[in-house]
């Protein structure tokens, strides 16, 4: 299983933009990938998920608003958030969603100013 490093996070206005990174020690050619997010006192969430052919799903709360894509050759993933708003305000998780279980990364706060 590949271990994953997010990167990206930070402060933002609200209405700004910011682009989440994802970077896997391996391939990730053949793996579904996906991001999840988790606010303070709430359960994780999925936000967005792409699969090996390039099938995108987003969360109804981020449709339109954020873009989810993936570079193979670099085994990276990319969350593109715009508009922002302080609901969206979390630590963001990049996933490797094999069908046995999911392999998470660390995480990287984002946090959005009214």
């Known amino acids: 299983q590949v271990q994953l490093a997010e990167s990206g996070g930070g402060l933002v206005q609200a209405g700004g933009s910011l682009r989440l990174s994802c970077v896997a020690s391996?391939?990730?050619?053949?793996?579904?990938m996906g991001w999840y997010r988790q606010a303070p006192g709430k359960q994780r969430e999925l936000v967005a998920t792409?699969?090996?052919?390039?099938?995108?799903n987003y969360a109804d709360s981020v449709k339109g608003r954020f873009t989810i894509s993936r570079d193979n050759a670099k085994n990276t993933v990319y969350l593109q958030m715009n508009s922002l708003k302080p609901e969206d305000t979390a630590v963001y998780y990049c996933?490797?969603?094999?069908?046995?279980?999911?392999?998470w990364g660390q995480g990287t706060q984002v946090t959005v100013s009214s």
């Open positions: 996933a490797a969603l094999y069908g046995r279980g999911y392999r």
């Open positions: 391996g391939s990730i050619f053949s793996i579904n």
């Open positions: 792409i699969t090996t052919g390039g099938s995108t």
